[in-house]
């Protein structure tokens, strides 16, 4: 199966900007959403935002609202997550991940995504 690779964490300062990357080489998403999730050690995975691979629709937890920006490279398979004005509670491992077949960038449920990456952290200082 293939997985996506996710790159762009670190650690910030509060108020500081990110730039998440998703390489998804060799995967077909087509019509797939897309999507980023976060997850803290003891919590669920939380979605942060998804997009429709082919018209680019986006949709965005009210948590990343108005901070953060979802964007997708068609031609390269690429999926971006631009992080600004960064807060501590943005502390997490961000994933990546593929919407089912059927499944729209709207829908915010981990158990419809498959296709997870490994991670990247990104860690807000206060």
């Known amino acids: 199966q293939v997985q996506p690779v996710e790159s762009g964490g670190g650690l910030v300062q509060a108020g500081g900007s990110l730039r998440l990357a998703c390489s998804a080489s060799?995967?077909?998403?087509?019509?797939?959403?897309m999507a980023w999730f976060r997850q803290t050690p003891g919590k669920e995975r939380e979605f942060v935002a998804g997009?429709?691979?082919?018209?680019?629709?986006?949709s965005y937890a009210d948590s990343g609202k108005g901070r953060f920006t979802i964007s997708r490279d068609k031609r390269q398979n690429m999926l971006y997550l631009q992080m600004d004005s960064l807060r501590p509670e943005d502390t997490a491992t961000y994933y990546c991940?593929?919407?089912?077949?059927?499944?729209?960038?709207?829908?915010?449920?981990?158990?419809?995504?498959?296709?997870w990456g490994q991670g990247t952290q990104v860690t807000v200082s206060s």
């Open positions: 991940a593929r919407a089912r077949a059927g499944i729209t960038y709207q829908v915010r449920s981990s158990e419809h995504y498959d296709n």
């Open positions: 060799g995967l077909s998403i087509r019509n797939n959403a």
């Open positions: 997009i429709s691979w082919s018209a680019g629709s986006t």
